[in-house]
């Protein structure tokens, strides 16, 4: 199956300081990409969809200028979370799929701890 | 809006023996897949099995086949011959084409040896 890279796996920054994660499809061109937020032993909770070249759109509820997403490229996405405070401590898992395919692949996810 | 509802919070069977998974869902629409996804504790997401709603033929992957009712909106996941590396959360999912996963709740699912 195609891979989709994730990185960084863990980050542990302080709060009022801003973290960036990447996400990457790395043989194929990702014309989506979804970006998750899962809390300990809880389902993946959808943050923003975003198409390259477009601007994400985001769930209810989602702060669009604390989470930004960027997907400048048909390989890349990035998920900035701007001044992390505890309670943004959680894992992230991206997600990547081209054209009409209907399979979604997961990166590997982030454990971000924001102390 | 869909949704989809695992009502199984924690199932646990022993090595060799078959369990299934339960799983329903909500839409309006007539052309849609479902997914089982399997979460091992790498968290890792892994695609166990594909269901199109258009086939009526049950999907099936080595061990892993579901029965997938369209009128009753019901999509369990069968394990038979459970192994020891089955042990994981596995999560339902609908998505309409490209458009975004829709997740359940998931299943804790314990293998005892």
């Known amino acids: 199956g195609a891979v989709v890279s994730q990185h960084p796996s863990r980050v542990i920054c302080k709060s009022g300081t801003s973290v960036k994660i990447e996400c990457r499809s790395l043989?194929?061109?990702?014309?989506?990409m979804f970006w998750y937020r899962q809390f300990p032993k809880k389902s993946l909770m959808l943050m923003a969809t975003?198409?390259?070249?477009?601007?994400?759109?985001?769930e209810q509820g989602v702060e669009k200028d604390k989470f930004l997403i960027n997907h400048a490229s048909l390989t890349l996405s990035t998920l900035t979370v701007t001044s992390a405070h505890p309670e943004d401590s959680s894992f992230y898992i991206c997600?990547?799929?081209?054209?009409?395919?209907?399979?979604?692949?997961f990166g590997q996810g982030t454990r971000l701890t924001v102390v | 809006a869909q949704t989809v509802t695992q009502s199984q919070p924690e199932m646990s069977v022993q090595e060799a023996e078959t369990v299934t998974l339960s799983c329903t869902y909500d839409t309006s629409e007539s052309n849609y897949y479902l997914f089982w996804y399997k979460q091992p504790p790498s968290r890792q997401m892994i695609l166990v099995i594909r269901?199109?709603?258009?086939?009526?033929q049950n999907a099936t992957e080595n061990r892993f086949s579901v029965n997938f009712q369209k009128a009753a909106k019901s999509f369990s996941l069968k394990i038979s011959d459970s192994q020891l590396g089955d042990t994981a959360m596995y999560f339902c999912?609908?998505?309409?084409?490209?458009?975004?996963?829709?997740f359940g709740q998931g299943t804790r699912l314990t293998i005892n040896p």
């Open positions: 999912a609908f998505s309409q084409g490209a458009q975004k996963l829709v």
């Open positions: 997600s990547a799929k081209w054209a009409q395919n209907t399979e979604a692949f």
């Open positions: 043989d194929f061109q990702a014309t989506t």
């Open positions: 269901q199109e709603a258009y086939k009526q």
């Open positions: 975003s198409n390259e070249g477009s601007k994400a759109t985001y």
